[in-house]
C-alpha cells in the first residue's frame, strides 16, 4: 500500500515543503484539496518532478450532487479538475455530495446523483482518472451530508456501473457513521479507490483513539489492496514525531 498526507500537516507550510516532507519520510503522495488555489500548476508539476513525490489526489469544486440545478455548474467544475489533473498528473479526484435538500424526497435527490455521475464518468474514464464520491458523518463533523452509509454510497456506484467513479473510504468518518469498520472496509474492496485514516474521537493521528489501526491497516492489506492510504487528520504532537511514531508503532506491525 502507499501512503499520503493531506495538505494542513505541516499548518502554514505550502505545498512544496509537503512535497519534500513526504519525500523525505518514505511516503508517496500528498492530497491537495482545493487545486484552483494553487497559483502555477505547471510550476508545481516541475517541482513534483524535482521532488520526485507529487499529489496523488484533489477535489472537484465543491457543489452539490443532490440539486439537480447545479447539475450543469458541476460538471463544468470537473471539466476544469479534469484539465488540472492533466497538468500535476493526478489520477484521483474526490467529491462530496452536498447537503439533504428540505423538501425533496430522498429517492429523488439520490436518483440526481446517479444521473450527475453517470454523466461525469465518460470524462473520468478518457481522462483515466477516478472521481471518488465520499460519505461523511453526518454526527460530529458534517451534519446533513447527503451520504453518510457505506452501503448506501456502494448502491449509488454500483448504479452508476462505471470502473472510473468509486468510493474513498474514510475510516474516522465511518466509525462514526456505523462503525464495523473492517468488514465495510474490506467488504466493499471492489468499490473502493483509497482510504483516509484518523482516530477517533478527535480524528487526530492514528494511535491516539478507540481504532486498532495495525488490525484495520491489516486487513485492508489482506485484500491485496495497492492504492493510497492518506493520513487526514490533525496532530497531538509535532507532525514529523507523530509519523515517525506512526511508522515505528503502527506500519511496522503491517508491512
Known amino acids: 500500500m502507499k501512503y499520503s498526507l493531506c495538505i494542513g500537516a505541516y499548518p502554514g507550510k505550502d505545498e512544496i515543503h509537503h ?3 513526504i519525500k523525505e519520510h518514505g ?6 484539496y482545493a487545486w484552483w488555489n494553487l497559483d502555477d500548476l505547471k510550476g508545481v508539476a516541475k517541482e513534483q518532478e524535482r521532488i520526485g513525490v507529487g499529489i496523488s489526489a484533489t477535489c472537484t469544486k465543491f457543489i452539490s450532487l443532490v ?12 471539466r476544469q479538475t479534469i484539465e488540472a489533473c492533466r497538468i500535476l498528473n493526478v489520477r484521483s479526484v474526490i467529491s462530496q455530495t452536498g447537503n439533504v435538500l428540505d423538501g425533496v424526497p430522498r429517492d429523488t435527490q439520490r436518483q440526481t446523483m446517479v444521473e450527475t455521475l453517470k454523466r461525469c464518468a465518460p470524462l473520468f474514464e478518457d481522462a483515466g482518472i477516478v472521481l471518488e464520491v465520499e460519505p461523511l458523518n453526518g454526527l460530529v463533523d458534517h451534519a446533513g451530508h447527503f ?3 457505506s452501503d448506501e454510497s456502494v448502491d449509488v456506484i454500483d448504479q452508476v456501473g462505471s470502473p472510473n467513479v468509486k468510493l474513498v473510504f474514510d475510516v474516522y468518518h465511518q466509525q462514526i457513521t456505523e462503525g464495523n469498520v473492517i468488514r465495510n472496509a474490506t467488504g466493499y474492496i471492489d468499490r473502493i479507490n483509497h482510504y483516509h485514516i484518523a482516530d477517533n474521537p478527535g480524528r487526530k493521528q492514528p494511535g491516539t483513539g478507540e481504532l486498532n489501526y495495525v488490525n484495520i491497516l491489516r486487513a485492508i492489506k489482506g485484500t491485496g489492496f495497492e492504492g493510497f492510504v492518506g493520513l487526514e487528520c490533525g496532530y497531538t504532537i509535532d507532525t514529523d514525531e507523530a509519523i515517525r511514531q506512526f511508522k515505528d508503532e503502527i506500519l511496522s506491525q503491517v508491512e
Open 19 to 21: 512535497l519534500e516532507k
Open 27 to 32: 511516503f508517496h503522495g500528498l492530497e491537495y
Open 67 to 78: 440539486d439537480e440545478s447545479l447539475r450543469e455548474a458541476y460538471l463544468e467544475g470537473v
Open 147 to 149: 451520504l453518510q452509509r
